[in-house]
């Protein structure tokens, strides 16, 4: 259902996607890791339609919904009135549905969300993604900054809405381990490019992923590797 | 060889020689008087605009002060009109130094409103108290003059506030080149980052503002002895928003700008003025011409030409020059 | 006593209207975080249009909303002007706002000339406490708590409201939600048009206004807007109010022609003190 072909996406000079290919199936659930700096922010907000790209394409049949990074609430709003206006864009003002999901929200409606425990925070992220009843949920960093407990939870919602409503999910992660478990592929990026791709348990055991989070390489070395993987 | 001289001196050396000449050609020369104060005036807020990212609305504020010093120097205090004239600058400039650090912790808006606040507060400050001229104004200050020459006619204050504004802008050419300059020039990008680099950014910006009061007060000091009477409507807020006008029309952070700001917006307004007195118009045509020049020009020099008409020249020269280089043989 | 109830109901009336010029300000600032100086200008272009309405035979309550209205429209304009290209920083668009004021200057001399104009309000006056006050000034002051009342509940309640209030909150997340944050500062701008103009409407039948009266009513509209941070309608209210009380009183008790003087040292007083803050608030 989504399909990025030859994408190029630039901030001035600089390249932050090289032409990148990637193909989500509907009900997919794809995890996107990477180093820093490998362009899996700059890919989702691309996918989500807040960047534009400077060749290839972007299509997605349905719509597609964010949880952005650092989960950007309308602080000084209500936790209600956040996610009213997730559903901004086809005009749905009901929150029965997210609130059948993530009850817990539902318990804290009034609260400012800028008052929010971070946990809280991305819960209410999430739900506000929803209420764009989307086909395909982007997430940039679900666990970032959050404790253990809370992000199995999380992960946990993930799963149950992936399964009943059969969303799709795009998953950037820093936390390898959680991305691989919740989903059942997996994509490296490394400047601006997938450099291994594939079922998350053999994406797991790969080169590109050592390299990206375990080997310390040096700047031509990993140049070096990335060159030789490319010819192979 | 022959040394080349670089194309731009050309240009500095005809605006010199237009400048010489101007004043014994032109018959109107209450308008080149005023067009000259308002470059010295506009090459100072140019480099507060500019070069700190600072606005002010009420630069008049400055003005007065300069044109103050030398009306109650010379008609209250007895002062021989040089030392006035040479004090001016230094008045205003110390005046920007009391109110700069307070009005200068405001940043963007809040400083364009605060130093028209300030223009507003002086304006009525001088109608109050009989001290600053209070109702009727200060009259009487004397003729400028050194010693036992005393100045006859307009031209001759012509030439000396042309001779300032020279002195302005190779006063400006050398700070804007300085370590001071680049120093004031990061902190219009980053105050942050000015910060750790070492710069003082207050302490700069209050620097730049005092210098700004200085040209002001200057041309305010140049304007007393030229008109020569000093009242509370002698600054008029929609005169300091003149100002700011031709520094954008000219072109922030330009040496050059606020010389060019200047003479277009002026000389702009006199062929209007001109159109607008002519018989059989209605009387309000002038005003109505007036203002919607100055909109018309800020709305459409900042939409089109946001970088004002010298860096735009400027930058299409270096393309023809470097065009023409590319077609030299080499 | 006579005397004090006078001149606070006279420095509650002006200060609504100091109040209601303000809110624009504060409209427009937290969505687009651009000052709008043509919001004394737009005051004026209200009370001049409803003075022509009515003298175009125009009854009461339709001329006046007539003239709101259409101040909309003009408030629209500037902004269209004020955020013309993407990317231009607000400090040029204050300056925009600054040339789109003087054309509007231009506009009213061409249409009603350079003299004081002043339309018919609410004839007659009622006595308040001992003391004579003018109805029309307690007409300014009921339209004013409706009109901040009404803005609270556009901002609280409605759906478009709260989307406003989204961009000024978090602009990026705003646009990841679909909200159109250039269309959402479009319209605040007409807010303020509205606003704007309603304060010209009330204020003119005892205040005359002419194409100079815009600065003062840019700067006092602005003072109460400074004692809000710029970013709340209900601090502004206060400020507002504050500032014409304090200028009547000025004016009742020492001298008449220092009002807006006193207005101003106030407004220089707060903006420094406060200064650290709006950083603060900026940097956010």
């Not at chain 1, 991305?122 to 970032?144: F, N, T, Y």
Request: proline share 5%; with cysteine.
């Amino acid at each position: 259902m989504l399909h990025i072909d030859d994408l190029v996406v630039r901030y001035g000079s600089a390249v932050a996607i090289d032409g990148l290919s990637l193909h989500v199936e509907a009900g997919e659930m794809v995890a996107l890791v990477g180093p820093n700096g490998a362009g899996k922010s700059t890919l989702i907000n691309t996918v989500t339609g807040l960047l534009s790209p400077a060749s290839g394409s972007v299509r997605c049949e349905g719509r597609v919904a964010q949880v952005p990074e650092g989960r950007q609430m309308f602080a000084d709003m209500t936790v209600e009135d956040n996610l009213l206006l997730g559903g901004w864009s086809i005009r749905n003002r009901d929150l029965s549905e997210v609130f059948d999901l993530l009850p817990d929200l539902a318990g804290m409606r009034r609260r400012k969300a800028g008052r929010l425990s971070g946990g809280q925070q991305q819960m209410v992220a999430v739900g506000r993604a929803l209420m764009a009843r989307p086909d395909l949920l982007a997430i940039d960093e679900l666990s970032l900054g959050l404790a253990p407990l809370v992000v199995a939870e999380l992960a946990g919602h993930l799963r149950v809405l992936n399964r009943e409503r059969g969303t799709a999910v795009l998953l950037v992660e820093q936390e390898v381990g959680l991305a691989f478990d919740v989903c059942a592929r997996a994509c490296v990026l490394e400047a601006g490019r997938v450099v291994a791709s594939g079922p998350s348990a053999s994406v797991a055991k790969s080169d590109a992923v050592r390299r990206a989070y375990f080997g310390d390489l040096g700047q031509e070395e990993a140049g070096q590797a990335t060159m030789t993987e490319a010819v192979t | 060889m022959i040394r080349r001289i670089p194309p731009k001196a050309y240009l500095t050396a005809l605006a010199g020689a237009a400048a010489l000449v101007a004043p014994l050609v032109m018959n109107d020369l209450t308008f080149l008087m005023r067009m000259v104060l308002a470059a010295i005036v506009v090459t100072g807020l140019s480099l507060l605009m500019g070069y700190a990212g600072q606005a002010s609305l009420g630069h008049g504020a400055f003005v007065a002060a300069g044109a103050l010093t030398v009306a109650l120097g010379t008609t209250r205090m007895g002062l021989p009109p040089l030392a006035v004239l040479l004090a001016a600058p230094f008045v205003a400039g110390a005046f920007a130094l009391v109110v700069g650090p307070p009005l200068l912790r405001l940043r963007g808006h809040y400083l364009a409103f605060g130093t028209l606040a300030l223009l507003l507060i002086v304006q009525t400050a001088m109608s109050a108290f009989d001290a600053l001229g209070g109702a009727f104004g200060i009259s009487g200050i004397p003729p400028f003059g050194v010693g036992n020459s005393i100045f006859v006619g307009q031209l001759p204050y012509v030439y000396l506030a042309l001779g300032c504004l020279g002195l302005v802008l190779v006063l400006t050419h050398r700070i804007v080149h300085s370590r001071f300059g680049r120093g004031v020039r990061a902190f219009a990008g980053s105050e942050t980052a000015a910060g750790s680099a070492g710069v003082p950014v207050m302490r700069s910006k209050v620097a730049i503002f005092a210098i700004s009061g200085m040209y002001a007060g200057l041309a305010g000091a140049l304007s007393a002895f030229f008109t020569p009477y000093v009242s509370s409507d002698s600054f008029p807020a929609v005169e300091s928003f003149t100002y700011v006008i031709m520094a954008v029309v000219g072109g922030l952070g330009t040496v050059w700008g606020g010389v060019a700001g200047a003479v277009l917006v002026s000389t702009l307004l006199q062929v209007l003025n001109t159109v607008s007195s002519q018989p059989g118009l209605p009387p309000t045509t002038g005003p109505i011409m007036q203002y919607a020049t100055y909109g018309a020009l800020l709305v459409l020099a900042l939409l089109f030409m946001p970088r004002g008409v010298v860096p735009t020249l400027d930058g299409a020269f270096d393309r023809l020059a470097a065009r023409r280089r590319a077609g030299e043989p080499a | 006593m006579k005397e004090l109830v006078t001149y606070l109901v006279s420095g509650i009336a002006l200060g609504s209207s100091f109040a209601l010029i303000g809110s624009g300000f504060v409209v427009v600032h937290r969505v687009t975080r651009v000052v709008n100086f043509a919001q004394g200008s737009i005051a004026v272009v209200g009370g001049m249009l409803s003075a022509t309405l009515l003298g175009g035979r125009l009854p009461h309550g339709v001329a006046e909303p007539a003239a709101v209205a259409i101040c909309g429209v003009v408030g629209l304009t500037v902004g269209f002007l004020a955020l013309g290209r993407r990317g231009t920083p607000p400090l040029i668009s204050l300056i925009v706002t600054l040339g789109v004021s003087m054309l509007i200057s231009a506009a009213i001399i061409w249409l009603w000339g350079q003299d004081p104009v002043s339309p018919p309000g609410l004839d007659g006056s009622a006595t308040l406490l001992g003391a004579t006050v003018e109805r029309q000034r307690l007409l300014v002051v009921g339209a004013t708590v409706l009109a901040f009342a009404a803005l609270a509940l556009f901002f609280s309640r409605s759906y478009v409201g709260k989307a406003l209030t989204a961009s000024a909150s978090n602009p990026f997340a705003a646009r990841m939600v679909g909200i159109d944050v250039r269309r959402m500062g479009l319209l605040a701008f007409a807010l303020a048009g509205m606003l704007g103009g309603l304060a010209g409407v009330l204020v003119a039948p005892t205040n005359a206004v002419s194409f100079y009266s815009d600065l003062p009513l840019a700067l006092s509209g602005f003072a109460a807007a400074v004692f809000g941070g710029l970013v709340s309608p209900l601090r502004t209210l206060v400020g507002g109010l504050g500032l014409g009380i304090a200028g009547q009183l000025t004016a009742g008790y020492l001298n008449g022609s220092y009002q807006t003087e006193v207005a101003l040292l106030l407004m220089l007083v707060i903006m420094i003190a406060r200064s650290s803050t709006f950083v603060h608030e900026e940097a956010k």
